[in-house]
């Protein structure tokens, strides 16, 4: 199982940039999806998840009314709108695939964000 994210980079305060997360080597939409975030010297933290379905989603606190999670099934793709970036939004992001037959959690190698105030 591969999970290849994209769409990081560096972005002024107030910017936007859209993350995606391309899986392969599994059913799609036989997982659910998250997108974790982690600082230099801080924990991996959640930043949002959706059910394979689209029906359930959840967000950290910190990013509600800001970002958006979906996935397109057809696509084997996983995304994430960043709207109004916050110097605080910057971190590594990293995609992760949870199989709700298996219990087994898969996680893409992490993509760049900086906010830069």
């Known amino acids: 199982v591969q999970l290849q994210a994209s769409g990081g980079g560096l972005v002024q305060a107030g910017g936007s940039l859209r993350l995606s997360c391309v899986v392969s080597g599994t059913t799609f939409s036989s997982h659910s999806m998250g997108w974790y975030r982690q600082s230099p010297g801080k924990q991996r933290d959640l930043v949002a998840t959706i059910s394979w379905g689209s029906n359930t989603k959840n967000y950290a606190d910190s990013v509600k009314g800001r970002f958006t999670i979906s996935r397109d099934n057809a696509q084997n793709t996983v995304y994430l709108q960043m709207n109004n970036l916050k110097p605080e939004d910057t971190a590594v992001y990293y995609c992760?695939?949870?199989?709700?037959?298996?219990?087994?959690?898969?996680w893409g190698q992490g993509t760049q964000v900086t906010v830069s105030s």
């Open positions: 992760r695939a949870y199989g709700l037959g298996s219990g087994i959690s898969y």
